[in-house]
Structure formats: structure tokens, C-alpha cells
């Protein structure tokens, strides 16, 4: 049985498009031990992915930490790993490469040996960069464009209960980064009136940065014990939802790999096509979110909900 390794530290969003990379590597090494090393957070989210056997957590503490450094490297050189996967690529993890020497490794420098810069890196899509990364390591790519996240769903029976939901429902979640203010979408609480005022069902997820929604927000905002819904129950709730409404956020990326309906909003300065979300979400652009109406997302949002198309994923 051969050890092999796995580096994807985050963020969430990226983290959503690796999973089924994960799972792609796993295939093509069934019969060995994987390995993810990653941040304390994502440890405890893919605690139970199907496809990872053990966890290193890596605190990403300074590089300039030397005592920090030397204890981590000692403990990964400790395992003797057959084979590393580094889909983080960044400049600390080159640097853990420089530090495991000799091993074998797939990541930016086996680019660079094929003459791949970082140019073509950054301007293919999240998918086909992992695909050909994994594809000139000998994997074969058949789920890394379809991430799937359904194995993480939690019960939510005593939130749809609390919140007497008994028929699907549009979930708006209207939180993005606080780094990123120009991603939020200002007009979610119109769209809740308008589909309120036309008997539609509608809700708000809330995330951390948006407590200040709960009181003033004309729709409920879903809590679980007055606590902002986990990721494995924000994917619970998804699966009885007639259509998803977000930002260009880590939630709305991951319920668009859940098997729902959905719109993303997106901003101009985001090339949207990088992350292929329009495979899954219809999605809305503007230069300024503020020149999307709460009318036009109303009208987009009806035909969506009234598509006969599966929901499957591409």
C-alpha cells in the first residue's frame, strides 16, 4: 500500500472545486492511503469525505516561524509519502516541496517541465487546471470537473420544523466576503417583498457577517438556536429549495454543486466563466450590482423555477 499526500489548504471556494479532484486521485490510487493536509477548519469540514483516510493540519503559521516550519516538514518527511498531489500551489507549498526533496510531486513545477506558465494556468477555468494537472500525473480526470457535495448534508428536520417548512422554498443568501463588499448584491430584501407579495416562499441564510439582516430583513432568516446555519446544514436545507439565490460566495458555489437550481450574481470584474458556474446557476453580471434590479432578478428567477430541466449534475 503506497501513502500519498494531498495539499489544499483553501479557501472554501476552492476547496469546492477540488473535491472532486480528491476524488479523481482516489480512484486511481483505490488500493492506498490518501492523506489531505490542510487548515484545522477544512479538516473538520471533509472530516468524513469518503475519499480521504487521514488528516495532517498545517496552521499555516509564518514561513519566518523556523521552529514551526522544521517541526512540520520533519513530521510529512516522517511518513514517507510516495506521492504528493499539491493543489494549492502556492508559494508556501513550493516551498514544503523545496523542503521534502526528493520526492514525487505534482504541481506547478511539473507545469513548468511541460511549458505551462502561469499565464495559461490563470487563464483556463478551476477545472481544466486541475484536469491537466492530474492528467500529466497519469490520473484520470473523470470527476474533477464534477464536484459533488451531497455527502456532507446534515439533518435539517428541526429547522424545517422551527421555521414550518413544509414546500420548496427560494433561499436567498445575500453574505459574501467583508474583503469584498463590491460582490454583495443590495437588493435581496426587495426581492423578498416581491415574492412575498407573490405568495412565494422565501428565506434567508444568513452567514456570520450578516447578524445585522436578522432583525431588519422583511423575510425569517433560518438560525439554527440563534446561530448562523453550519455548511453541512446550509446543504440539507438546499435539497428543499425550489431555487437558490447568491453572491459570488463559498455558499453559493457549493449549493450550485448540490444538485439545486439557482442565479449567481455576479460583478464585472469577475470573469465568472473561470469558475463554470454558468454550468450549473444562470448567472447575472453587471459592472455595478446595482444596476441588476430586484425586478430582473424576480423575472429571471421565475424561469428558472419554471425550467423543466433536471437538475443533474454536467
Avoid at 472545486?17 to 479523481?24: L, R, S, V
Avoid at 493543489?87 to 508556501?92: H, P, T, V
Avoid at 463588499?181 to 412575498?196: F, G
Avoid at 469577475?270 to 458556474?277: N, Y
Wanted: a positive charge; glycine letters at 4%; aromatic letters at 8%.
Amino acid at each position: 500500500m503506497k501513502k500519498i499526500l494531498i495539499i489544499k489548504h483553501g479557501a472554501l471556494g476552492d476547496i469546492i472545486f477540488c473535491e472532486g479532484a480528491i476524488t479523481d486521485i482516489k480512484n486511481h490510487h483505490k488500493d492506498d492511503e490518501v492523506t489531505l493536509l490542510t487548515t484545522p477548519f477544512f479538516g473538520k469540514l471533509l472530516n468524513n469525505h469518503p475519499c480521504i483516510d487521514k488528516f495532517e493540519i498545517d496552521e499555516r503559521k509564518s514561513r519566518w516561524n523556523l521552529v514551526y516550519l522544521y517541526r512540520l516538514i520533519k513530521k510529512l518527511r516522517a511518513q514517507r509519502y510516495d506521492m504528493v498531489y499539491d493543489l494549492q500551489n502556492s508559494n508556501r507549498t513550493k516551498l514544503y516541496h523545496k523542503l521534502m526533496m526528493p520526492i514525487s510531486w505534482s504541481g506547478e513545477a511539473l507545469f513548468a517541465s511541460h511549458r505551462y506558465t502561469r499565464k495559461h494556468i490563470h487563464q483556463a477555468t478551476c477545472y481544466t487546471h486541475l484536469a491537466k494537472q492530474l492528467q500529466l500525473a497519469q490520473v484520470t480526470t473523470q470527476r474533477c470537473d464534477k464536484p459533488n457535495w451531497l455527502w456532507l448534508k446534515a439533518p435539517v428536520k428541526h429547522i424545517l420544523s422551527a421555521y414550518q417548512i413544509s414546500q420548496p422554498f427560494v433561499l436567498l443568501l445575500p453574505g459574501s466576503s467583508k474583503k469584498h463588499p463590491q460582490k454583495r448584491w443590495p437588493y435581496y430584501a426587495q426581492l423578498a417583498r416581491l415574492l412575498q407579495q407573490q405568495g412565494i416562499p422565501v428565506f434567508c441564510a444568513p452567514g456570520p457577517d450578516e447578524k445585522e439582516l436578522i432583525e431588519s430583513f422583511p423575510a425569517p432568516c433560518l438560525l439554527d438556536q440563534n446561530k448562523p446555519l453550519s455548511i453541512p446544514q446550509l446543504i440539507g436545507l438546499s435539497q428543499h429549495c425550489a431555487c437558490v439565490i447568491g453572491n459570488d460566495s463559498g455558499p453559493t458555489h457549493l449549493l450550485a454543486r448540490c444538485n439545486t437550481k439557482g442565479i449567481a450574481l455576479f460583478n464585472q470584474q469577475i470573469d465568472f466563466h473561470q469558475t463554470s458556474i454558468q454550468a450549473y446557476y444562470s448567472v447575472m453580471q453587471s459592472q455595478d450590482l446595482k444596476q441588476i434590479s430586484a425586478t430582473a432578478v424576480y423575472d429571471q428567477l421565475i424561469s428558472v423555477m419554471n425550467s423543466n430541466t433536471e437538475v443533474t449534475q454536467p
